[in-house]
Structure formats: structure tokens, C-alpha cells
């Protein structure tokens, strides 16, 4: 068991009238991890973050951050975090220079402390040709820079990013993340949601949150091992062909199929074990498919949260 | 760094650089006031001169020629055309051709010689009613006139037995302008004001940058008094060139002392950003704001005794002034600038204001939550 944990939460919940948002959410991050926060869209994401940064108030349970109660000691932990929304709350108005100066003297710097600061946060970030246009006028991929630049100007122990990559292009994304992995070397804790699983599997931790209920928590390939993911009367196959959409329709109605998902020009099937390699290609071949390819696979993220979500939709919570 | 003021520089630089790269807000800021400024100072005169009438004279004689010359003398009518018909002169009041239709009957000079009561028409436009009481007031004054000069010169008097003299204070010529342009004043800068501090916090509401500021260590005194203080400065120097209009165009003299004038002016606009940050923190968003924004400014216009005295206003309303900010401003416009009166005459107006702002900022402070609803 390594030190006191930099977030932890028990049984956190926020109503919103008759509406439960997060309902008895519990899990806890260590200091200098990146925790992934994974979910549907509304199913309570960015309201455990608002949460966690001190910005709503708990119905019920409990949050700590660096052992302060986020809901009691709200004003001791905004020194320690940063957070970087969903919509990089910007002043568009604002240069890049501006930006980042109002931001620091937000958190009290001034002087050679600002300005050190500043160059810092400007080689890490890359932002020199652009100091002074307007933050209104920025790509996506700048503006997330600068909004991260903001959020770091105070050197916060936990950082908190809502949907970071969000409309941001491949290269950018690349970047980004290249910088996460810095920070957490550093031993800064990153709390990041996102939509994409192959940020989910560059995290090690990852949460997964489904109708406002914290569905699994845990490294990703211990997550990979659970039972639920590998049935035992089951195994997982990729089927690489041609025309996979065809081939798709057909094989899902072949008998002993569970699921069926296209991956780019494959199929990842998860058959009952005693479906056999002849029958699929048998079944491809009767709708002019011939070249088959067939191997078997490890259950990646996606299988993980599809397979967790089934459970959890079809009798989990009652 | 724990200082209740936490962040207030921060957010006062930052205002400074919004307000001055948003030349829409700084227009509308301050081109509405001065088109006000210049309406009611121009336009908005309710000194009744050159009233247009029309004459039907079925006398024509020199005494008739002389009582429509009376009326014209006065200044207050214009003579624009002759009707040969009292039905003709009727019909051109209704279509608006003249206010005032005045008819003398054939009989007229001889009645008026004979010692009979020589009776004459005034027809009243009385769709406009300060047109027709001015007319009203006017003809029967010309009236009264000659009757007292035909009595006078029946028993050989050469003076009117009681006269009047009577002297207008503060503001000899009865300019509309001296009345109406420092309550203008009041009610401008109300508008002007209460929207900027209004739509300035909503507006980071809907662009989420409050939600940035509220994970910040920011104090909420430091955030209120950094939203407002850019404002207020903007708000003064406003009121300066609004004064300086009042003075050099319009011409109305500041009769008090300049530097109570601006006190109170001070504490005029700091209670309106006062009531704008009260706003911006019960408004979700900038319609909402602007909406909140017109249900103090209407009041203010009807019930502050910027155009109707409070008076003669029915208890409620005049109850309602008494909580108006500007109901206090705009009397201690009028005391100072056309009266002269001194800060001492009108200490309690400077408390009140004073009172309603520092009440105000407390309030949205303690309202001010540094959590999402």
C-alpha cells in the first residue's frame, strides 16, 4: 500500500432534484498516477471533477484531496489544483501574454516570479509565436494549449482535465499526452475524462462510470482479467476480410455468436467457445466472402467497458 | 496571501483589457446616453411657443386686427391662415392644420364701444393637453387684459389697481432644459451603468470562465470589487462629459459646489454597479440579465420625479420612489446644480446613497457563492 492517497472517495453522490448524477461513486488515486474517467456522456463525468475542485457540493459521501475534505476546506485545495474544463474557459478577448498574466496574478504571482513562470510555461507549451494573438482567434489545438498553460501557472499537484482532446486534431492529441506522461514523472496526479480508449489505455488507472454509477476501477490490463470480460465458456477472435459490413450482418446471426464489433477492416467476435473457424469462414464464404483471416485476440478497453455495460444495463443496478 | 481582497488586481487588470477591447459594450455604454442627452435637451421642450392658429375674422375692423395682434404679440401664437368659416375653422383644427382657432363675431367692435360685453372664440386643440392649457392660460390672460384696460380707461385710471410682479428663481427663463437635463442625467447614467456590471459577470457565467475563476483562490470581495472598479471610473468620466454637455451645450449653469455635485454622483453609480452585480448573480445568462436590468430601470423613470413630480404621486408610487436611488440623485441634481444648495442642506441624500451602495456591494458579495448552482 503506497502513502495516503491524493484523491479519494466514499459513497460520493449529487442529486439534482429528483435526478442522481453520481450515485455512491467510491475510489480513490494515487499521488503521480494518471486516472482515466471514462463514461457515456452525462452519465456524471465532469460532475464528480466539479465535485472533487470544490465547485459543487456533495449530497452525500465524502471526497478528500491531499487529505482535505473538498466539500469543508474547499478554499485549502485551490491552490493545490488545476483544471482545465471542458470548454477551455478562456478570455477570448485576451492575448495569449494577457491570458496567462491575468492567470497569474489570479494565483499571486507578480514580478520575476510571474515572469520566470511565464517563460516556463511558454517553452513547456510552445506558445512563443502566438503571444500576441488574441485567444479568440487561436485553433483548437493552441487555445487547449493555452488553457493548459493557465492551469498550470500555480504548479498545482493535481491536475483535472475535462475531455482534453476533444475536437483537438491527432498531432496535437500526440502532444498532449507526451506531456501528461512528463508531469506524472514529476509526481503531479492527473485526473483526465475522455471519450477515446486509446488514451484510456495510455492511463494507469482507469474509472469507468455508467448511469451515474461507478461501474469498475482499476489498472487496465488487471481489468482485461476480469470475468466478466472473459467468460469462461467463451473466447474473443478477430476476423479480418473483405466487405467486414457484410460479413458483420451475417456473422451476428450465425448461432453461438455474442457480440460482434467492427474495428477498421476486422471484426472482433466474442464467440461461444465451441464455435469453430470453419463454421465462421462457412458462413463468410455464403455471402461471396473468401479470403478469411482468423486469430485470436486479448479483450482490449473497449471489450472491457461494452462487456461491463451489458452487465451492468442488464441486471446490475436494480 | 490570505487578504479578504485575494485576486482583485488580478481581476481588475483584466477587466481594464475586456472593457477596452470590446468597443460594442464601450458604445453602447456611451453613445445611448448622449443621444438621450441631446433629445431631451433639444427636443423635449415643453416651453409652448409659436402655437399655430388660424383666424376667422367676421369683424375686420381695427379692434379686431389689434386682438389678434395681442395674441400674436405674446408669443405664443403664430398666425398661419384665415378660415372664412367657423365650419372651415373647426375642420382645420381637426386636421391638424392649427392648435388654436380664434373667432370674432361681427358685433364685436360695436358691443366693445357700446360698453356691452364684447365676446370673441377660442377653439382648443385638446388632443395635446400642455398645448391647450397654454393656450387656454394665454387667451384668457389676453382676455382678462382688455377688459381691464376697457374698465380702467371707463373710469379714468391710469394704473391696474393690483398687479402682479412675479420672479422665477433659480431658473428665470423657465427652461425646459435647466429641469430636465439633470434628472436626464440621473436616469442615463442608471441605464448606462446598471447593464455593464450586470452583463459583465453573466457573461463569464455563459462562456464557463467563472467557473475558472471559482477554482481559483479568488476572494468573492476581490472578484465584486474588481468587476466594479473599472466601471465606476468609466461611469465618472461618462458623467463628466454629460456634465460638460449640460453645461457648454444646453447651457444650464451649475449654480453649487462641483465637488459635491461629484460625490454624489460617485455614490449615484457605485449604488447602480452595486444593484448590477446584485443582478449578475441571480441572472443564468445575458437575456435574463437584461431583463432584471429593465424592471429597476423603469421605476426610476416614472417613479423618481424625473418627469412627474413624486408629489402628487398616489401612495404606492410614492412609496416606491423612496427606495429608488435615483429619486435621491436626481433631487440632489436639482438642489445642487440649479439651487446652489451645499452639501450640508443635503447630507441625508448623500447618506442614503451612500448607505444603498455599501448595502448593495455587501449584498452580491454574500450572495456570491463560489460553487455552480
Redesign the interface.
Known amino acids: 500500500m503506497p502513502a495516503e492517497p491524493m484523491i479519494s472517495c466514499e459513497a460520493l453522490t449529487k442529486r439534482f432534484g429528483h435526478f442522481t448524477a453520481v450515485d455512491q461513486v467510491s475510489f480513490s488515486v494515487a499521488k503521480g498516477s494518471i486516472f482515466g474517467f471514462l463514461g457515456p456522456n452525462g452519465s456524471g463525468k465532469s460532475t464528480v471533477i466539479?465535485m472533487l475542485?470544490?465547485?459543487?457540493?456533495p449530497s452525500d459521501g465524502r471526497a478528500s484531496l491531499a487529505g482535505f475534505d473538498v466539500a469543508t476546506q474547499?478554499?485549502d485545495i485551490?491552490?493545490l489544483?488545476g483544471?482545465m474544463?471542458?470548454?477551455f474557459?478562456?478570455?477570448?478577448?485576451?492575448t495569449v501574454h494577457?491570458n496567462l498574466?491575468?492567470?497569474g496574478?489570479?494565483?499571486?504571482l507578480s514580478g520575476a516570479a510571474l515572469k520566470q513562470r511565464y517563460d516556463e510555461l511558454i517553452t513547456l507549451t510552445h506558445l512563443e509565436p502566438y503571444l500576441h494573438r488574441?485567444a479568440g482567434l487561436l485553433s483548437g489545438g493552441w487555445r487547449q494549449r493555452l488553457a493548459m498553460a493557465?492551469a498550470l501557472v500555480h504548479k498545482p499537484t493535481v491536475l483535472f482535465l475535462d475531455e482534453p482532446t476533444a475536437g483537438i486534431d491527432p498531432v496535437a492529441r500526440r502532444e498532449l499526452w507526451d506531456l501528461l506522461f512528463e508531469f506524472s514523472s514529476r509526481g503531479m496526479t492527473l485526473f483526465v475524462t475522455t471519450h477515446y480508449m486509446d488514451e484510456a489505455e495510455r492511463c494507469s488507472h482507469v474509472g469507468y462510470i455508467y448511469l451515474s454509477k461507478l461501474v469498475v476501477c482499476g489498472e487496465p490490463d488487471d481489468l482485461k482479467q476480469l470475468p466478466v470480460v472473459n467468460p469462461p465458456d467463451a473466447k474473443r477472435i478477430d476476423v479480418t476480410c473483405d466487405h467486414v459490413t457484410v460479413g458483420l450482418q451475417a456473422i451476428r446471426k450465425l448461432p453461438g455468436v455474442r457480440t460482434a464489433t467492427v474495428f477498421g477492416q476486422s471484426m472482433h467476435l466474442l464467440v461461444n467457445k465451441n464455435v469453430s473457424e470453419e463454421s465462421v469462414r462457412a458462413e463468410l464464404a455464403k455471402h461471396n466472402i473468401p479470403h478469411v483471416d482468423i486469430r485470436p485476440i486479448a479483450p482490449s478497453l473497449e471489450d472491457v467497458f461494452v462487456a461491463l455495460t451489458n452487465t451492468a444495463a442488464n441486471g446490475g443496478p436494480k | 496571501?490570505k487578504t479578504p481582497f485575494?485576486?482583485f488586481?488580478?481581476?481588475l487588470?483584466?477587466e481594464f483589457?475586456?472593457v477596452m477591447?470590446?468597443p460594442f459594450t464601450l458604445f453602447f455604454m456611451m453613445f445611448p446616453p448622449l443621444i438621450e442627452m441631446i433629445a431631451f435637451g433639444y427636443a423635449l421642450d415643453t416651453d409652448v411657443k409659436n402655437m399655430k392658429t388660424i383666424v376667422f375674422d367676421e369683424n375686420r375692423t381695427e379692434e379686431s386686427r389689434a386682438l389678434v395682434q395681442q395674441f400674436e404679440n405674446t408669443g405664443n401664437f403664430k398666425i398661419v391662415g384665415e378660415a372664412q368659416s367657423i365650419t372651415e375653422l373647426a375642420e382645420l383644427i381637426r386636421r391638424g392644420k392649427a392648435y388654436v382657432g380664434i373667432q370674432i363675431p361681427p358685433e364685436f367692435t360695436r358691443d366693445l364701444h357700446a360698453g356691452r360685453s364684447a365676446k370673441f372664440q377660442v377653439l382648443v386643440d385638446g388632443s395635446n393637453s400642455t398645448i391647450a392649457s397654454a393656450a387656454l392660460n394665454t387667451s384668457l390672460n389676453v382676455g382678462f387684459l382688455n377688459s381691464i384696460r376697457a374698465l380702467a380707461n371707463r373710469f379714468g385710471l391710469r394704473d391696474v389697481p393690483v398687479e402682479v410682479r412675479p420672479q422665477i428663481l433659480y431658473n428665470p427663463e423657465m427652461r425646459s432644459p435647466n429641469f430636465f437635463l439633470p434628472g436626464v442625467i440621473g436616469i442615463v447614467l442608471q441605464i448606462a451603468t446598471t447593464f455593464t456590471t450586470a452583463m459583465s459577470l453573466v457573461r463569464e457565467r455563459e462562456?464557463?470562465?467563472l467557473?475558472?475563476?471559482?477554482?481559483?483562490?479568488?476572494s468573492r470581495w476581490g472578484l465584486m470589487l474588481g468587476k466594479l472598479v473599472p466601471y465606476l471610473i468609466l461611469g465618472m468620466l461618462m458623467s463628466v462629459v454629460l456634465f460638460t454637455l449640460m453645461r457648454w451645450v444646453f447651457h444650464v449653469p451649475i449654480a453649487g459646489d462641483l465637488s459635491a455635485l461629484m460625490l454624489g454622483t460617485f455614490l449615484y453609480v457605485f449604488t447602480l454597479l452595486s444593484l448590477g452585480l446584485l443582478i449578475s448573480t441571480r441572472a443564468q445568462n445575458q437575456m435574463q440579465a437584461l431583463q432584471m436590468s429593465m424592471v429597476f430601470i423603469l421605476p426610476s423613470v416614472f417613479f423618481s420625479g424625473f418627469i412627474f413630480p413624486r408629489e402628487t404621486m398616489p401612495q404606492i408610487f410614492y412609496a416606491i420612489s423612496t427606495v429608488i436611488p435615483a429619486t435621491y440623485y436626481i433631487e440632489l441634481e436639482r438642489a445642487l446644480i440649479l439651487r446652489g444648495a451645499s452639501i450640508h442642506d443635503f447630507w441625508f441624500h448623500f447618506v442614503v446613497l451612500a448607505t444603498m451602495g455599501l448595502g448593495l456591494f455587501s449584498l452580491c458579495v454574500l450572495r456570491f457563492r463560489?460553487?455552480?448552482a
Open positions: 466539479r475542485c470544490g465547485l459543487l457540493e474547499t478554499e485551490k491552490h489544483i483544471y474544463s471542458q470548454k474557459s478562456l478570455y477570448d478577448e485576451l494577457e498574466n491575468f492567470y496574478r489570479l494565483y499571486g488574441r493557465c | 496571501m485575494r485576486g488586481t488580478a481581476i487588470y483584466k483589457l475586456v477591447r470590446d462562456r464557463g470562465t467557473e475558472q475563476l471559482m477554482v481559483s483562490p479568488l463560489k460553487t455552480l
